[in-house]
């Protein structure tokens, strides 16, 4: 493992600036470029927002747990709240004409489209893990 950074951030919207702006600066200095830095950005933005507002419901009391590593699989994101979790198989496909018009769903694609590897599980102390691997 080439480098790993791990954040706690309060349960706020600002925090999915910050946790943008520090995984911006820890891809550069693990040596990656500004294409790479740009379609990891969007995931990080979009999973932060999601633990932020739908797993912890802006609770003050519960952060975010952001891990950034460079592995030799890649460039491996990790985004933690501390909500009830969700059943990923409920979120209404975006793709799906009846869904076209409605909101939710869409960061998932979004995320699945710029990562090579997305997957969410919940974790053993409770709450919800978003776990993404963007190749080199």
């Not at 946790?19 to 933005?45: C, Y």
């Not at 869904?99 to 694609?109: M, P, Q, V």
Request: hydrophobic content about 40%; charged content about 30%; glycine content about 8%.
């Amino acid at each position: 493992m080439a480098g790993i950074q791990e954040l706690k951030l309060p349960s706020r919207i600002e925090s999915v600036d910050e946790a943008a702006i520090r995984a911006d600066e820890f891809a550069k200095e693990q040596g990656l470029g500004d294409d790479f830095v740009s379609a990891i950005d969007l995931a990080i933005r979009e999973s932060v927002a999601n633990a932020v507002k739908h797993g912890n419901k802006f609770a003050e009391e519960k952060t975010v747990d952001l891990t950034l590593a460079r592995t030799d699989e890649g460039f491996e994101i990790t985004v933690r709240d501390y909500g009830a979790g969700f059943a990923i198989d409920e979120i209404p496909d975006p793709t799906n004409p009846e869904n076209l018009l409605k909101a939710h769903g869409r960061g998932i694609l979004f995320m699945r489209s710029f990562m090579d590897v997305v997957e969410w599980y919940n974790h053993e102390g409770g709450g919800m893990v978003v776990k993404m691997i963007k190749r080199p």
